[in-house]
């Protein structure tokens, strides 16, 4: 392990015209506390400041609107309650010395016709993922969504304008577009889950039309790229077990190279399979990264050793940190100083109140917030 004097995980990181006090940042985690209207409780305001020592927090993944939610008591940006509920957030996690970005989510074919008073979900092509949705009434099987008609598209892009734009009026210091873990954009960018015969389907550049409307509408909101980030993940197929697209490397390189062109800030990469592996499975992330302009975050699976010798050997700006981050809040001082790490019993990830989520104490025993 490098000495923790020199390691560079813990230098500053200009990240646009943001400087990050280190190269730690807290992953995207859904907790699953919000109300059914979408409104993150007063305890997130604790829990995110809690965590403020990272460079950046990003936000558990926030629906776009009501037809994006696919997960119940998942948060929302797209209503003046929800934009007021994040501000205690974002000036807490400000107050605290910190710097936040809202992942934007909308899931598309990962969803439950009981989150849609019976309308059924919607995505690029009607093919029916595998598993079960978490809905109010417990877990229950997917179904077969409905594809999206082509005049349809144009409002979910504009969805994601208005809460690009929420999220900005509710003080976050940027945006996370959510590209990953096969939901709504990723359904549209592989062609395992995009069958369509429109101009949104077949090619490349036409699967990956939607998904660049998308990041023109929020860098449009945000004044450019320089706020805006982006999700993905070329090797993962879960949920839904969604198979990988048929040329990973083709596709999600030249989806690399037009974020580039849109000025992205950061592109946040899913290293392997999320969780469960690190096994490249014939993705050269290196060379992915390097087609990239802006900052790359690497991510899955990282601990203090890994995410020295990736910073080392220069392949990652940054390091997320997700499952770490749920017990630890003083995370960057415990890989700082090389002490061990608490881990939460799974009970605690989704769904509950305080307990599990806002009440871990640091090392020294002390619950801040
Ligand atoms: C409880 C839990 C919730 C998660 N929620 C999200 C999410 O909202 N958005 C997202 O992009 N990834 C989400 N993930 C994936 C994590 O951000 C991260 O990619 C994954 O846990 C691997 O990183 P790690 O090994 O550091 O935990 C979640 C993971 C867990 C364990």
Redesign the pocket.
Known sequence: MTDQTTSTLFQPFALGDLTLKNRVVM????RSRSSDAGVVPPYAADYYAQRATAGLIVS??TNISSQARGYALTPGIWTPAQVEAWQTVTRAVHQAGGKMVL?LWHTGRISHPSLHDGALPVAPSAIKPAGQAFTNSGMQDHVVPRALETDEIPAIVEDYRHAAQCAKDAGFDGVEI?S??NYLLEQFIRDSTNKRTDRYGGSVENRLRFPLEVVTAVTTVWGGGDRVGI?ISPGTTMPGEAPLDSDPMGTYGTYIDALSAHGLVYIHD?EGV??MSRDPNGIDYPALRKRFKGAYIA????DRALADKTLEEGNADLIS????FIANPDLVDRLRNGDPLAEAPKAY??GGDQTGYSDWPGMNGQIKG
């Open positions: 992953a995207p985690l859904t558990e993944a992942q959510h990953a873990n999700r899913i999320t969780q991510n899955n699976n990282y940190f997700g499952r770490p990830w989704y």
